[in-house]
């Protein structure tokens, strides 16, 4: 498999902290989401986005990196990780679980080098009479599933490929990160498969419960006079009304936007709004000359006001 420098391709230094990376990865997964971007090679621009988020934001899956990546290797030297997988911390323990990621976060899968990277056998033991009769028992096999909020959202099935084999995984809507999937006689010598269910990275909305966080850019003329804005939520696009006089930083909800909840009869999570006041770059000399007659407008200090 080929090396790839995660930090390269969010363009990060190798000491950027857990907000830089973020932010990069914000910055450029908007960029290239292939829903919006009409550049040449934006797919697959996105995915890789994604797979370098999904290595760096986790601190075990970071340190196992930065492990492989001290050894001098640049992109593209073939390079195999050693057997049983990367310790993290500098060395010592195998992570507990396999890397399954449905859907490559928000879009496509991840690739070799990632899945064998981050890749450990995991199960339950033998005993010592079956050892010595040769014949392994049942076994649990345990792995960690990464799906799309989409998916939650909607409880779709995914198709995840483990050890060789390919299933059919229906996500119910609404699980929750820890819980787990149970595939029956998937494991070993017809143990259970259990699927651990974490959310994977988006590029737009962020997760706090059941309620979904969004940060909408409004221009300044829009938070000071209102303004009817579509908003993407997990659903789709909606409307949603920016009163007059809005400052930066105002949240407004979208009540049932949210995740949905697992338990009989209770509610959704909502959607959380979160205003960004910015200022457009003006572009030719009457967007400039706006901007002066919006200055002499506010002659003065408006910061104490």
Known sequence: MQFKDYYDILGVEPSAGDAEIKTAY?????????????????EENFKAVNEAYEALRDPQKRAAYDQLRARGYRPGDEV??????????????????????????????????????FRRQAGGGYSQQQQARGRPGPADLRARLAVSLETVYRGDSVRVGLNGKTFEVRVPKGIKPGQAIRL????????????????????????????????????PWEAALGATISVPTLGGKVELKIPANSEAGRKLRLRGRGLPNGAAGAAAGDQIVELEVQAPTPHGDAQRAAYENLRDAFAGDWRRE
């Open 26 to 42: 914000r910055r450029l997964a908007r960029k290239y989401h292939p829903d919006v971007s009409k550049e040449s090679g934006a």
């Open 80 to 117: 195999q990780p050693p057997a049983g997988g990367y310790g993290h911390g500098g060395g010592g323990g195998d992570f507990d679980f396999d890397e399954v990621f449905a859907g490559g976060g928000a879009g496509g899968g991840f690739s070799d080098f990632f899945e064998s990277l």
């Open 184 to 219: 029956a006689g998937q494991g070993t010598g017809g143990g259970n498969l259990l699927l651990e269910v974490e959310y994977a990275a988006h590029p737009q909305f962020e997760v706090d419960g059941r309620n979904i966080i969004y940060t909408l850019p409004v221009a």
